[in-house]
Nanobody, 114 residues
Framework: QVQLVESGGGLVQPGGSLRLSCATSGSIFSFNAMGWYRQAPGNERELVADINSGGNTNYADSVKGRFTISRDNAKNTVYLQMNSLKPEDTAVYYC????????WGQGTQVTVSS
């Protein structure tokens, strides 16, 4: 059973930064892709960023230039560095790892507010 553990959410002022982490109990090399979705109240879950086994990254237009996804193979962990945060980035952020099935983290709350 694959387990994912997220950390790093919290409350930050507009313009601030946070780094989310998501560690998997499995080997990161066994997955085809990994990334982050988010869901704000009343909204559908949306893709924020992902990275595949080849290291190719993909970002939502709303976060391009502000967020960076990366992976640490030795730690079986994927990160989301979020800079220049805006109130509209407020949401619960979910990490995922995928191969045939998708595996999800428990979600971490990010609140951007003054």
């Amino acid at each position: 059973q694959v387990q994912l553990v997220e950390s790093g959410g919290g409350l930050v002022q507009p313009g601030g930064s946070l780094r989310l982490s998501c560690a998997t109990s499995g080997s990161i090399f066994s997955f085809n892709a990994m990334g982050w979705y988010r869901q704000a109240p009343g909204n559908e879950r949306e893709l924020v960023a992902d990275i595949n086994s080849g290291g190719n990254t993909n970002y939502a237009d709303s976060v391009k230039g502000r967020f960076t996804i990366s992976r640490d193979n030795a730690k079986n962990t994927v990160y989301l560095q979020m800079n220049s945060l805006k109130p509209e980035d407020t949401a619960v952020y979910y990490c995922y790892f995928s191969r045939v099935l998708w595996y999800w983290g428990q979600g971490t709350q990010v609140t951007v507010s003054s």
